[in-house]
């Protein structure tokens, strides 16, 4: 009895400690508002998910996409395949999300710190050196977003021994040079390509094309634009079978498109099933609404099921499943 007022008692003080922190944290945010810079407004991180998701999973509309290992069950294991329950951050989450909001409040800024920091490591590929570990293991299987024309894939493959890679490119003359490129290549590796990108919902858009930094448009304002496809995020890890099997890695770079991916992998259990997660996030992406704020929500929730490895704010951050 004595042990359990203890315990009682230690929470209490916590709770106390931590309803103090947030106090002195608003504080501090109207000081910054007043003094120095204009913080943006941020809802607390509430529940990201609807209220009106159907009990089951819509069985997805993608005949050309192929299962990505051969034993895939027919059904795709839709089966297996359920929502997240809704559950909402509780206030220990509170004074870390604003801390996040607060900390990149100039993200260019944070974002040229550390790319000098990554500069200084001499590590220029580690977005592929890291994963030399996979090497090691048999099967390895891994999904890019946002292909461009290979070069992730050609660094990839080789450190990694990937036996199963599938990348999908939206944009279609960079699909093009994509799969030319990958036809050069002498790799032991099973290499499916799509052309399209991913969505919360199936559409079309502009896309102005800028190499590497090509964004995404709601309507075509400049001469230099390609029509892309853009196709269900569930709906395409679903058909490729990922209900049914572990993806050793999953790495995404698509000027934007990170936040619906995750956003809507992160609302069902298929999140679990990625072992590793490599993305970079994009600040001066059109379109995807208020950055900070998204930002520090999708760290929150993907920290349920995940652990950060490395991180260069703006720049890449990987996430490993927790075991």
Not at 15 to 41: G, H, Q, R, W
Request: some cysteine; glycine content about 4%; aromatic content about 12%.
């Amino acid at each position: 009895m004595a042990h359990k007022r203890e315990t009682v008692a230690v929470f209490v003080v916590f709770c106390f400690l931590v309803y103090i922190s947030m106090n002195m944290m608003t504080k501090k945010d109207y000081d910054l508002k007043e003094t120095a810079v204009k913080l943006p407004t941020c809802e607390l991180p509430e529940n990201l998910f609807r209220n009106e998701q159907p009990s089951t999973i819509r069985k997805p509309n993608l005949p050309q996409v192929i299962p990505i290992l051969p034993i895939t069950k027919r059904n795709k294991c839709i089966d297996k395949v359920k929502w997240n329950h809704a559950s909402d951050f509780s206030y220990f989450y509170i004074p870390s999300f604003h801390f996040c909001v607060n900390s990149n409040i100039h993200p260019e800024k944070v974002q040229q710190f550390h790319f000098e920091r990554l500069v200084n490591t001499g590590n220029y590929n580690i977005t592929s050196s890291f994963f030399s570990f996979l090497k090691r293991k048999s099967d390895v299987v891994i999904i890019e977003i946002g292909g461009y024309t290979g070069q992730t894939l050609q660094k990839l493959i080789p450190v990694t021994g990937a036996k199963h890679y599938v990348v999908i490119e939206p944009v279609p003359s960079f699909y093009k040079t994509l799969n030319k490129n990958i036809q050069t290549l002498n790799f032991n590796t099973s290499v499916k390509t799509y052309n399209f990108g991913l969505s919360g919902n199936r559409t079309e858009l502009d896309v102005e094309v800028v190499g590497d930094g090509t964004k995404m448009l709601k309507k075509s304002i400049l001469n230099t634009t390609e029509k892309v496809q853009l196709v269900g995020v569930l709906d395409f890890f679903i058909q490729l079978g990922v209900g049914c099997h572990r993806i050793d890695l999953l790495t995404v770079n698509c000027e934007g498109c990170e936040f619906d991916v995750l956003e809507n992998l992160l609302s069902t259990n298929l999140i679990q099933k990625f072992d590793f997660i490599q993305f970079q996030p994009h600040h001066s992406a059109p379109n995807i609404g208020n950055f900070l704020c998204r930002y520090c929500r999708l760290r929150q929730l993907l920290a349920r099921t995940h652990e950060v490895v490395y991180k260069f704010p703006f720049l890449w951050e990987v996430w490993k499943r927790k075991e």
